[in-house]
Nanobody
Framework: QVQLVESGGGLVQAGGSLRLSCAASVTIFSSITTGWYRQAPGKRRGLVATISSGGSTNYADSVKGRFTISRDNAEKTVYLQMNSLNPEDTAVYYC???????????WGQGTQVTVSS
């Protein structure tokens, strides 16, 4: 069982930055793939970025060069640094985790990010 708690969302002007954090309650954080998805109103939830237990990262094309995902295994936390935000980034951002070798996905409750123009 993995519990995820996001923080760091809020309202920011276009061009600004935010950093999201997701704290995981799991025995071995280093053995999970984790990351972020987002869902805008009227749209399906989609990938933002993931980072594997080995540190490999994957980004949606729309955020490459602007967002950076990182993890701190000692703190059991995954971060999403978001720069050069634009209104199209407005969405609820969900933290995601899948333990290595598991078929189960775990989700946080979501945090709202709103970018004003």
């Amino acid at each position: 069982q993995v519990q995820l708690v996001e923080s760091g969302g809020g309202l920011v002007q276009a061009g600004g930055s935010l950093r999201l954090s997701c704290a995981a309650s799991v025995t071995i954080f280093s053995s999970i793939t984790t990351g972020w998805y987002r869902q805008a109103p009227g749209k399906r939830r989609g990938l933002v970025a993931t980072i594997s237990s080995g540190g490999s990262t994957n980004y949606a094309d729309s955020v490459k060069g602007r967002f950076t995902i990182s993890r701190d295994n000692a703190e059991k936390t995954v971060y999403l640094q978001m720069n050069s935000l634009n209104p199209e980034d407005t969405a609820v951002y969900y933290c995601y985790a899948r333990p290595d070798g598991s078929i189960f996905d775990y989700w946080g409750q979501g945090t709202q990010v709103t970018v004003s123009s």
